[in-house]
């Protein structure tokens, strides 16, 4: 079994710029980038390489790769800009002018599209969505109530907070007495039940009760 880990072989790889300020410097590192990926089961297109000079001096030279001659251009495209050897950028300019000029008159078109039938289609659209889709909401209750709160005692809660918004402070203290005065009832009520339960002979009416 080869223990040698796999990777994904792409073929080629684009948009690489080696810049050097000499023919020999660009072949030596243009070599290395060669070995280096061809290690690792990558290729260099030799239809795709290109060499530019900018500011050529002297028009002799060429580049090569493994022998094999570079092709020389006087622009190139990288990453969507033009690049020029004379160190200009009036090529790249006047695209840029040409480009928002045509978009510039998309813009001024007037649309195709009647605005009857525009309408027809996005109220089909959620007339459809309004018919076939069933809103739905989930909701967690958390039972937070004590066990001996009755509607007795929610009632007088109720009207204790309703004496409390009106200001009235005589009637807030006898909402509040009352409160109170329900709750040792009902608690009174509800440990009396709990005995009951837990005195019977019963184990299913016990179980039940708590």
């Not at 090529?91 to 525009?118: H, I, M, N, P």
């Not at 509607?151 to 009637?171: H, K, N, P, Q, Y």
């Amino acid at each position: 079994m080869d223990s040698k880990p796999r990777y994904l072989e792409p073929e080629r790889a684009d948009d690489i710029v080696i810049c050097s300020e000499s023919r020999e410097q660009v072949e030596k590192n243009l070599e290395r980038w060669r070995f280096a990926l061809e290690r690792r089961g990558m290729k260099v297109s030799r239809s795709k390489t290109e060499y530019m000079c900018v500011n050529e001096r002297e028009g002799s030279g060429t580049v090569r790769l493994q022998g094999e001659e570079v092709k020389k251009v006087q622009e190139f495209k990288y990453l969507g800009s033009t690049v020029q050897s004379n160190g200009e950028c009036g090529k790249e300019t006047a695209l840029r002018v040409q480009t928002g000029v045509f978009k510039t008159a998309a813009l001024r078109e007037d649309s195709t599209v009647d605005l009857e039938e525009y309408a027809a289609a996005v109220t089909g659209y959620i007339s459809t969505g309004t018919e076939n889709i069933i809103p739905t909401k989930h909701c967690k209750i958390y039972p937070n109530d004590k066990p001996w709160i009755n509607c007795e005692v929610r009632a007088m809660l109720c009207a204790r907070s309703t004496a409390f918004v009106s200001g009235d402070i005589g009637e807030y203290k006898k909402a509040r007495y009352n409160l109170c005065k329900s709750i040792r009832k009902v608690k009174r009520d509800y440990s009396l039940r709990l005995e009951g339960y837990y005195t019977t002979a019963d184990s299913r009416r016990m179980w039940q009760g708590l």
